[in-house]
């Protein structure tokens, strides 16, 4: 069994404010009963309203009398009427095969609501409103059921924490703790699932609980089945196809308990799909030609699958291939295979839209037999990887972040406007921290938070060009056009015809460059580890009264999403290799960002900074807030800045650890020291200003 728990950020939310997150959830039960651990019955102890929902597979006879899920005292046996019995129990359970008997007043109050289904998959739903003094109940699939209200009236409505307060050592059981009387034994289902939120849910919330309505509602590790208006998307033990029960050929009927109708969703991190039958323990092939079946795989094979909305509110999910079309349970086969036909425009139909349902859980080794395999598939053949910086050139010509005449401009020069950093699904432009993005027609560059931020797709080339793709963004394809002028940009294309137009040559990006002025001082942050090249140092930073204290040794390699303050005596542009990530740093003051972004919050950055009249140095002062609200400023790409502190100092001045001392000049003994630079070369005679290794210590020069 594998057990869940999550957590409200609150277990005090109002009624009818209540946000779809169980405070308890448990998976695979199995055979009641089963008894909550403390910390959960600890949860659920304190709430007044609450939902309660249960997913169980009902035997062929519910012989069994007793609770699928009750709060009780052990030792307190629950008379057979449940009514007069003066005691504080919360009771949702079944007295025979046909009559439901919901119990949940304090003194043993209960209704009959109407016959619970046998030998089936259903949602039990229990609802207690104490605001209302009401109770409600849902018993039924997840496209049928019924409701039953019960207003108390003088009876006060039992929760769980009425019967903590009555009954200190109560527990918490599912499918039990009413064995004392004989008349409420334990109830005879299976138990897939429990969840207990905080608050009351509608009839139409606890039916929607489980379906994926968004693309972003899959979640790696669940288990769906996929249902269009034609039939269910499964197997057969001996056929390598996939099927529809649409076909009286199959003589199969789908269900959410058979693993051969069961899939799973896996999302690799480059934010690609691939989909996995339980029951066949097989992936499904997309390599397959239009207008034929859809076949089984035993690795992924060819592109992920593309998800897609349909306009069917009731039927929302639709998916694809790049190459294939998509998939329908099409009437043309009388095999009753699935196949992959025509377009998204042309098949938002019945036999193309599917009804997605979260049925359960894939057990963990199989997850991670998925996660082997799709790793290992991506290594040798997903073009580009998220969490890496790339080029993208047409003959030479290369995308940068520079925009001309409204357009995004390519040049023959690949330098740092040239690095676009991929995040699995798109493209940040290095040197401004935008994203690639389309407004309408237009390509252009958008700030973090947009709603025209595009997805990224990459492909192989139409026209079967050798090591070149073609890039995919707000269903438009990328190629390289000519202004009168004879320079270059991005142009848009609503299908990858313009042949050799475009196909990109996509190249790993090794070293980021990064820009030291006169100042000799910069910031840096990046989502990769860099290694920090010769004639730099680079210092994470710690807070120590009025100072910005760096750290005493400089790092040899910036691990990942870390702030650093750089130093060079050499002003110049210095590249810093991509590297293997390294441990974080602890105690670090420096946070950042690789995208531009706008930070609500006070802080400081890197600048020069004046105080009482004396002479300018660098250090960190207050952002500007450049226009934008009070307490809000722009942090530009893969830069650092401090938090704004609470002691009211207006800036930090560095030095370099504890030891450093700030001096005019070096005096140097009888004894002759030897001085070195930061780079490790001796220093006959100290000319200029900065920081240098004297006697072993460091000491800066002004």
Same mark, same amino acid.
């Given at each position: 069994?594998?057990?869940?728990?999550?957590?409200?950020?609150?277990?005090?939310?109002?009624?009818?404010?209540?946000?779809?997150?169980?405070?308890?959830?448990?998976?695979?039960?199995?055979?009641?009963?089963?008894?909550?651990?403390?910390?959960?019955?600890?949860?659920?102890?304190?709430?007044?309203?609450?939902?309660?929902?249960?997913?169980?597979?009902?035997?062929?006879?519910?012989?069994?009398?007793?609770?699928?899920?009750?709060?009780?005292?052990?030792?307190?046996?629950?008379?057979?009427?449940?009514?007069?019995?003066?005691?504080?129990?919360?009771?949702?359970?079944?007295?025979?095969?046909?009559?439901?008997?919901?119990?949940?007043?304090?003194?043993?109050?209960?209704?009959?609501?109407?016959?619970?289904?046998?030998?089936?998959?259903?949602?039990?739903?229990?609802?207690?409103?104490?605001?209302?003094?009401?109770?409600?109940?849902?018993?039924?699939?997840?496209?049928?059921?019924?409701?039953?209200?019960?207003?108390?009236?003088?009876?006060?409505?039992?929760?769980?924490?009425?019967?903590?307060?009555?009954?200190?050592?109560?527990?918490?059981?599912?499918?039990?703790?009413?064995?004392?009387?004989?008349?409420?034994?334990?109830?005879?289902?299976?138990?897939?699932?429990?969840?207990?939120?905080?608050?009351?849910?509608?009839?139409?919330?606890?039916?929607?609980?489980?379906?994926?309505?968004?693309?972003?509602?899959?979640?790696?590790?669940?288990?769906?089945?996929?249902?269009?208006?034609?039939?269910?998307?499964?197997?057969?033990?001996?056929?390598?196809?996939?099927?529809?029960?649409?076909?009286?050929?199959?003589?199969?009927?789908?269900?959410?308990?058979?693993?051969?109708?069961?899939?799973?969703?896996?999302?690799?991190?480059?934010?690609?799909?691939?989909?996995?039958?339980?029951?066949?323990?097989?992936?499904?092939?997309?390599?397959?030609?239009?207008?034929?079946?859809?076949?089984?795989?035993?690795?992924?094979?060819?592109?992920?699958?593309?998800?897609?909305?349909?306009?069917?509110?009731?039927?929302?999910?639709?998916?694809?291939?790049?190459?294939?079309?998509?998939?329908?349970?099409?009437?043309?086969?009388?095999?009753?295979?699935?196949?992959?036909?025509?377009?998204?425009?042309?098949?938002?139909?019945?036999?193309?839209?599917?009804?997605? *349902? #979260?049925? +359960?859980?894939? @057990?963990?080794?199989?997850?991670?037999?998925? /996660?082997?395999?799709?790793? $290992?598939? %991506?290594?040798?053949?997903?073009?580009?990887?998220?969490?890496?910086?790339?080029?993208?050139?047409?003959?030479?010509?290369?995308?940068?972040?520079?925009?001309?005449?409204?357009?995004?401009?390519?040049?023959?020069?690949?330098?740092?406007?040239?690095?676009?950093?991929?995040?699995?699904?798109?493209?940040?432009?290095?040197?401004?921290?935008?994203?690639?993005?389309?407004?309408?027609?237009?390509?252009?560059? *958008? #700030?973090? +938070?947009?709603? @025209?931020?595009?997805?990224?797709?990459?492909? /192989?080339?139409?026209?079967? $060009?050798? %090591?070149?793709?073609?890039?995919?963004?707000?269903?438009?394809?990328?190629?390289?056009?000519?202004?009168?002028?004879?320079?270059?940009?991005?142009?848009?294309?609503?299908?990858?015809?313009?042949?050799?137009?475009?196909?990109?040559?996509?190249?790993?990006?090794?070293?980021?460059?990064?820009?030291?002025?006169?100042?000799?001082?910069?910031?840096?942050?990046?989502?990769?580890?860099?290694?920090?090249?010769?004639?730099?140092?680079?210092?994470?930073?710690?807070?120590?009264?009025?100072?910005?204290?760096?750290?005493?040794?400089?790092?040899?390699?910036?691990?990942?999403?870390?702030?650093?303050?750089?130093?060079?005596?050499?002003?110049?542009?210095?590249?810093?290799?991509?590297?293997?990530?390294?441990?974080?740093?602890?105690?670090?003051?420096?946070?950042?960002?690789?995208?531009?972004?706008?930070?609500?919050?006070?802080?400081?950055?890197?600048?020069?900074?004046?105080?009482?009249?004396?002479?300018?140095?660098?250090?960190?002062?207050?952002?500007?807030?450049?226009?934008?609200?009070?307490?809000?400023?722009?942090?530009?790409?893969?830069?650092?800045?401090?938090?704004?502190?609470?002691?009211?100092?207006?800036?930090?001045?560095?030095?370099?650890?504890?030891?450093?001392?700030?001096?005019?000049?070096?005096?140097?003994?009888?004894?002759?020291?030897?001085?070195?630079?930061?780079?490790?070369?001796?220093?006959?005679?100290?000319?200029?200003?900065?920081?240098?290794?004297?006697?072993?210590?460091?000491?800066?020069?002004?």
């Amino acid at each position: 069994m594998k057990k869940i728990t999550l957590f409200l950020v609150s277990l005090f939310l109002a009624v009818g404010a209540m946000a779809q997150t169980p405070v308890v959830t448990v998976d695979n039960i199995g055979t009641a009963p089963y008894k909550l651990d403390d910390a959960d019955a600890a949860k659920i102890f304190e709430l007044e309203n609450l939902t309660i929902v249960l997913d169980v597979t009902t035997a062929a006879s519910l012989s069994g009398r007793g609770a699928f899920f009750c709060v009780a005292d052990p030792a307190q046996a629950v008379p057979g009427s449940f009514s007069g019995s003066n005691t504080s129990f919360m009771a949702c359970g079944h007295v025979n095969a046909s009559i439901a008997y919901l119990a949940a007043a304090k003194d043993g109050q209960h209704f009959s609501t109407g016959t619970i289904p046998a030998n089936s998959t259903i949602k039990i739903a229990y609802v207690f409103d104490k605001t209302n003094n009401k109770f409600k109940s849902y018993i039924g699939d997840t496209n049928a059921g019924w409701t039953m209200d019960r207003d108390f009236g003088t009876y006060e409505i039992a929760t769980p924490k009425m019967v903590k307060e009555d009954f200190a050592n109560a527990n918490i059981y599912i499918g039990g703790g009413m064995a004392n009387n004989a008349n409420h034994e334990l109830g005879d289902a299976t138990i897939h699932k429990v969840r207990v939120y905080n608050g009351t849910l509608t009839v139409d919330e606890i039916k929607n609980l489980d379906f994926v309505k968004e693309i972003s509602d899959f979640e790696n590790g669940k288990i769906y089945t996929f249902v269009t208006e034609r039939g269910w998307m499964g197997a057969k033990d001996d056929n390598d196809k996939v099927i529809s029960t649409v076909y009286t050929a199959n003589a199969v009927t789908g269900s959410k308990t058979d693993e051969n109708f069961q899939w799973t969703v896996y999302k690799s991190i480059n934010n690609k799909y691939y989909l996995y039958n339980v029951g066949k323990e097989m992936f499904m092939g997309v390599e397959s030609a239009n207008n034929t079946a859809v076949p089984f795989a035993a690795t992924p094979q060819g592109l992920s699958l593309t998800f897609k909305k349909s306009s069917n509110a009731a039927y929302p999910i639709m998916f694809s291939t790049d190459n294939a079309g998509v998939v329908n349970h099409s009437g043309n086969h009388a095999s009753g295979l699935i196949t992959w036909t025509g377009g998204w425009n042309t098949l938002d139909d019945s036999g193309s839209n599917h009804k997605v *349902e #979260a049925v +359960g859980t894939l @057990d963990s080794e199989t997850l991670a037999n998925i /996660a082997e395999l799709v790793a $290992a598939y %991506e290594a040798e053949n997903v073009l580009v990887h998220a969490g890496k910086y790339y080029t993208f050139n047409q003959n030479g010509n290369y995308i940068t972040s520079e925009v001309a005449n409204s357009r995004i401009a390519c040049s023959t020069i690949k330098d740092a406007s040239a690095i676009y950093y991929f995040d699995g699904e798109h493209l940040l432009a290095y040197k401004t921290g935008l994203y690639f993005g389309l407004n309408t027609n237009d390509w252009t560059f *958008e #700030a973090i +938070g947009s709603n @025209d931020i595009s997805a990224i797709e990459f492909v /192989a080339a139409a026209n079967g $060009a050798e %090591e070149k793709y073609n890039i995919k963004s707000g269903g438009r394809w990328l190629h390289l056009s000519a202004n009168g002028d004879g320079s270059t940009f991005v142009n848009r294309c609503s299908a990858n015809t313009c042949g050799d137009a475009h196909n990109w040559a996509i190249e790993t990006v090794e070293a980021l460059p990064v820009t030291i002025s006169a100042a000799k001082y910069a910031t840096f942050f990046a989502p990769v580890a860099v290694t920090v090249p010769s004639g730099v140092t680079a210092h994470t930073v710690t807070i120590n009264g009025e100072w910005a204290t760096l750290s005493e040794e400089s790092l040899t390699v910036i691990p990942a999403n870390t702030g650093v303050v750089l130093y060079s005596e050499t002003a110049d542009t210095y590249n810093f290799t991509i590297t293997e990530n390294v441990e974080a740093i602890e105690g670090n003051a420096l946070l950042g960002s690789a995208a531009a972004t706008y930070i609500t919050a006070d802080a400081y950055v890197l600048g020069y900074i004046n105080e009482d009249g004396a002479p300018a140095e660098v250090g960190f002062g207050k952002a500007v807030t450049n226009g934008q609200a009070e307490g809000t400023f722009l942090n530009n790409s893969h830069k650092a800045y401090l938090p704004a502190p609470t002691n009211g100092i207006k800036s930090y001045s560095f030095r370099f650890g504890e030891g450093t001392t700030a001096i005019e000049n070096v005096e140097v003994e009888n004894e002759v020291k030897a001085v070195f630079d930061l780079t490790g070369r001796r220093v006959e005679a100290i000319t200029a200003p900065g920081i240098y290794i004297v006697g072993g210590k460091k000491v800066l020069v002004k």
